[in-house]
């Protein structure tokens, strides 16, 4: 059965910093990968999708990659931002069909 | 080309009321997915459905729940005497195809609060 960790649960940085953000799944055969990103009481903002034959994705300052064998992705923000506060979710489409998630990373960036 | 749409958007409900959610999916799309975030918790599958099917329904709670996509119209997800656990966002996405590598589109999401 499909498992997705995030770590860590919270993360707080000053502004300007670059930040790394993990995802882990246990079972290596995916479709693909994707990041999202959800403010508080609001909807789901997809960052980036990542097929299982990529290793990585960028859009402006954010670069997720994704290592299939070890079950590992990353998403790498450059110069962190205050309004880039929020809850950084990673999900993934194993052999089924359905999106397995993570529990998210609480991501606080202090002005 | 319009996205996923869900409405209402914010849903409020007694205890023992019903409560009806719907899911337009982009233009094309005839597969629809619906996901349950409960508070401070991640997003769990609910359901899969294509037109008049329901494919995969192994996420919905055994009562009160149910699911349809019918051949004209929006997917609704209709929850029957709604319970104060049943509070949550509750996500609907959509995709051109199931299997495979395909991208699910989402919906803003219907807030439901039983009061």
């Known amino acids: 059965k499909q498992e997705v960790t995030q770590i860590p649960a919270a993360l707080s940085v000053p502004e300007g910093e670059n930040l790394v953000l993990n995802c882990s799944f246990t079972?290596?055969?995916?479709?693909?990968l994707q990041w999202f990103r959800q403010d508080p009481g609001k909807g789901l903002t997809s960052l980036l999708l990542?097929?299982?034959s990529q290793r990585e994705q960028t859009s402006g300052r954010l670069n997720a990659s994704l290592d299939k064998s070890s079950g590992r992705s990353t998403l790498y923000i450059a110069a962190s931002q205050p309004g880039d506060s929020a809850t950084y979710l990673c999900a993934v489409k194993d052999s089924n069909y359905q999106l397995i998630w993570g529990a998210g990373t609480k991501l606080i960036i202090k002005p | 080309n319009a996205g996923v749409m869900q409405n209402p958007r914010h849903l409020v409900r007694r205890r023992g009321q019903e409560a009806r959610l719907r899911c337009s999916p982009m233009?094309?799309?005839?597969?629809v997915y619906w996901y349950r975030q409960l508070p401070e918790e991640g997003l769990k599958f609910m359901v899969y459905l294509q037109k008049e099917n329901i494919i995969d329904e192994s996420g919905m709670p055994k009562e009160r729940f149910s699911a349809e996509f019918p051949k004209e119209g929006p997917s609704i997800l209709r929850i029957q005497q709604v319970v104060r656990g049943d509070s949550a966002a509750y996500f609907c996405a959509s995709s051109p195809q199931g299997q495979g590598v395909h991208e699910q589109y989402f919906g803003p999401g219907t807030r439901l609060t039983v009061t």
């Open positions: 079972d290596s055969a995916i479709y693909n």
């Open positions: 990542i097929q299982s």
């Open positions: 233009k094309g799309h005839s597969h």
